[in-house]
Nanobody
C-alpha cells in the first residue's frame, strides 16, 4: 500500500528556510519520479519540483528557481524539499506526490506559512 507522509512545515519569517520531508512506504522512491506541489485557497495545485527516478531535478515553478531544491535519500526512502529565502507568497499547503501504475498518490500535506 502506497503511503506518503509529509512533515517539516511551520511558521517561518521571510528570508528563512525550511526543509520538508516526504516519507514513502509501499514502494521505493528511486523507482518513480517524485514531485512536490503546493496549493493556496482558491487556486489550483501548482507543481513546484520533480526528481526523476534517475535523479534529475526539475524546478517547474519559475518563482522558486534558485531557492528550492528537491532531493531524496534512498536509504531513508524519503524525498525532501529544501526551501531557502522564503517569501510570503510561498505560503501554501505543500504536498508530496508520486504517479505509480496510472494512479497518482498524494500525502496529507504540510502547511508552510511565511510571515513576520
Amino acid at each position: 500500500q502506497v503511503q506518503l507522509v509529509e512533515s517539516g512545515g511551520g511558521l517561518v519569517q521571510p528570508g528563512g528556510s525550511l526543509r520538508l520531508s516526504c516519507a514513502a512506504s509501499g514502494f521505493t522512491v528511486n523507482t518513480y519520479a517524485m514531485s512536490w506541489y503546493r496549493q493556496t485557497p482558491g487556486k489550483e495545485r501548482e507543481l513546484v519540483a520533480t526528481i526523476t527516478s534517475a535523479g534529475f531535478r526539475i524546478n517547474f515553478a519559475d518563482s522558486v528557481k534558485g531557492r528550492f531544491t528537491i532531493s531524496r535519500d534512498n536509504a531513508k526512502n524519503t524525498v525532501y524539499l529544501q526551501m531557502n529565502s522564503l517569501k510570503p507568497e510561498d505560503t501554501a499547503v505543500y504536498y508530496c506526490s508520486v504517479r505509480r501504475s496510472a494512479t497518482t498518490y498524494w500525502g496529507q500535506g504540510t502547511q508552510v506559512t511565511v510571515s513576520s
